[in-house]
């Protein structure tokens, strides 16, 4: 509210931290060459959250893009082409079979593509995209996504609905998902050469419907994480359960596990991630001084 609200102070357009807290005279050296590329899915609520440590990993990783996504609130079309079709074999599918799971969720065969109707609150399940000549395909040699979203939109007094593209994203072959749950491998027990990491960004709620939201992402295997620390802003920033890393935690500790080697400048990372951290904290402390000064 008023002056001190977020939008009427100064920002860094750098490290979009407010100038106070600015962060960027803090990066010691130059950004990493992380020879596994990182993709981080942020939720759009994500970005401006004060915490949010992807504002760290994207000035310090030198192969990292951020592809901002937002929740179905109606409607959306997922197209999933494989990268290389030329050895498909359609065998008895046809050229065209759709798949009803439910309401919610369509899944139908083309040609050369799979297109998925996703609607909100859907849950796909992609075991049978997993198991078709496509899905291999699109495993084995890499596939590209394309997410269109469809929004309600209030025009003067009527409703209308808008298509909206919300991004087409390139997933070459050997890409790997950090997501914990079923089915998910160790990092330690990684036994392929994972060249390129999906990473979800966004509080544990957020991420899950991230999952459901975008199914494609069901067709890459699954690495977690063994939790053996306490996250580092676990006391600043609520989470749900205890042992939860901050994505840039969880992105340092996977490179450090699977590619191995600039272990200081990736500590040097976390460690301006700690700084961060602790301005927060240090400035609810100041904020919460005033308060209890005040008669
Ligand atoms: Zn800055």
């Known amino acids: 509210m008023g002056s001190e609200g977020p939008s009427k102070r100064p920002f860094c357009n750098h490290c979009s931290k407010p100038l106070r807290t600015c962060l960027c005279s803090r990066f010691t050296s130059p950004p990493i060459d992380n020879s596994i590329a990182i993709t981080v899915l942020q939720h759009n609520l994500e970005k401006r959250h004060p915490l949010n440590s992807i504002r760290i990993a994207k000035l310090g ?68 995209v997993l198991a078709s000549p496509i899905g291999k395909a699109a495993i084995s040699n890499g596939f590209a996504a394309k997410k269109i979203q469809t929004k309600q939109t209030r025009r003067g007094s009527s409703d209308e609905t808008e298509d909206v593209e919300e991004y087409e994203i390139v997933i070459p072959a050997g890409t790997a998902l950090l997501y914990p ?8 027990a990684v036994d392929f050469e994972v060249k390129h990491l999906i990473v979800l960004d966004g509080t544990w709620g957020k991420a899950r419907r991230m999952y459901c939201e975008n199914p494609w992402l069901q067709l890459m295997p699954r690495l977690r994480l063994d939790w053996k620390s306490e996250s580092l802003y676990s006391e600043v920033r609520h989470e749900p359960k205890a042992g939860c890393l901050s994505t840039i935690e969880s992105i340092m500790c996977a490179l450090k596990t699977l590619q191995g080697g600039e272990e200081v400048k990736l500590d040097e990372l976390l460690m301006l991630f700690e700084s961060m951290v602790g301005d927060q904290r240090r400035l609810k402390d100041e904020k919460f001084k005033r308060m209890a000064s005040k008669p």
Not at 181 to 188: F, V
């Open 61 to 128: 990783l030198r192969n990292l893009s951020i592809i901002p996504i937002s929740d179905v609130n109606l409607r959306s079309s997922l197209l999933i082409r494989p990268l290389d079709p030329k050895h498909l074999d359609f065998g008895d599918l046809g050229e065209c079979r759709a798949e009803e799971q439910g309401e919610k969720c369509r899944i139908r065969w083309h040609d050369e593509c799979i297109s998925i109707g996703v609607d909100r609150g859907a849950k796909p399940n992609m075991k049978s």
């Open 181 to 188: 749950g079923d089915g998910a491998m160790a990092l330690e």
